[in-house]
């Protein structure tokens, strides 16, 4: 089984005159021990992060018998309204937390733009984007554990801040400046190894059989996923769909690449973010 993390991609900040509002940030949705099939490949989606006038994508996991994860990602707007944060009424999973509201920009003219609202964290919802102070952006809002920051809305004139990922929001535009995008989303899988079954199986998929333990920091450099001959290691690539083949029995590791966790003894972590995902 694996314990499944999603955070939602952060929402876009407003452009242009008289709309300056920042991007909502991404909620959070976790589920543990959802059961899935060594040596079968399933499919997760993080969500790309939000341009102005354009929502943060949703990020899900599903495993066996379609057990899903799935965490929302925040709303843009094209007002001095900021967009609302990423729902977790809206995911699904046993814990849910809504990312933060991207702040408002008051009314007046020229004035600043609101801050991007952060994505929620592990454990409580996100911060909210502030509104502005008259030709001052707002800052973005305050992350939780685990969350990313909402990007600060642009001074008059200026343009605002990207969200930082996880998931938070982009900061509205000052008035003439541009609204900026929100951070993508993440996907987190830990998972955990029985180790009598992996002695029974072999040496991680190696051709010998042997009983000893090959080294799973290794594994997890090389991309090896459990080929013998270490052949299918992984490369990058930039779309956000991913398929993630779980190792067979007595591999030690998931393949992967740049980006992703390293593997911890007799289990590990498989991190996948908007950029640095494996295809």
């Not at 354009?54 to 094209?78: C, E, I, P, R």
């Not at 408002?104 to 600043?112: R, S, Y």
């Amino acid at each position: 089984s694996v314990d499944v993390e999603c955070w939602g991609a952060g929402g876009g900040g407003a452009t242009a005159v008289n709309a300056e509002g920042g991007g909502g940030g991404g909620g959070y949705s976790k589920t543990t021990a959802i059961a899935v099939t060594p040596g079968n490949s399933y499919t997760l989606t993080v969500g790309a992060g939000g341009t102005t006038g354009v929502a943060g994508g949703d990020s899900t996991f599903v495993g066996n018998a379609a057990a899903t994860v799935l965490a929302k990602g925040g709303g843009s707007t094209t007002s001095r309204l900021g967009g609302t944060g990423g729902a977790a009424a809206s995911g699904t999973g046993t814990t849910k937390f809504s990312g933060g509201d991207g702040g408002t920009a008051a009314a007046g003219a020229p004035i600043g733009g609101g801050g991007g609202g952060s994505s929620a964290g592990t454990g409580a919802n996100g911060g909210a984007g502030a509104a502005n102070s008259g030709t001052t952006g707002g800052a973005g809002g305050t992350p939780p554990a685990g969350a990313g920051g909402g990007g600060a809305g642009g001074n008059t004139l200026l343009n605002g801040v990207a969200g930082s990922a996880p998931g938070g929001g982009g900061g509205g535009g000052g008035d003439l400046g541009a609204g900026a995008n929100g951070a993508a989303g993440q996907v987190i899988l830990t998972y955990t190894y029985d180790a009598a079954s992996l002695a029974a199986t072999g040496n991680a998929g190696a051709a010998s059989g042997s009983a000893a333990l090959s080294s799973i920091l290794s594994l997890a450099a090389t991309g090896n996923d459990g080929a013998a001959t270490g052949s299918a290691a992984l490369s990058l690539g930039s779309a956000p769909v991913i398929r993630v083949n779980l190792p067979k029995a007595g591999a030690a590791g998931f393949g992967g690449g740049a980006g992703y966790g390293v593997a911890e003894t007799l289990g590990g972590r498989h991190i996948a973010r908007g950029s640095d995902v494996v295809m």
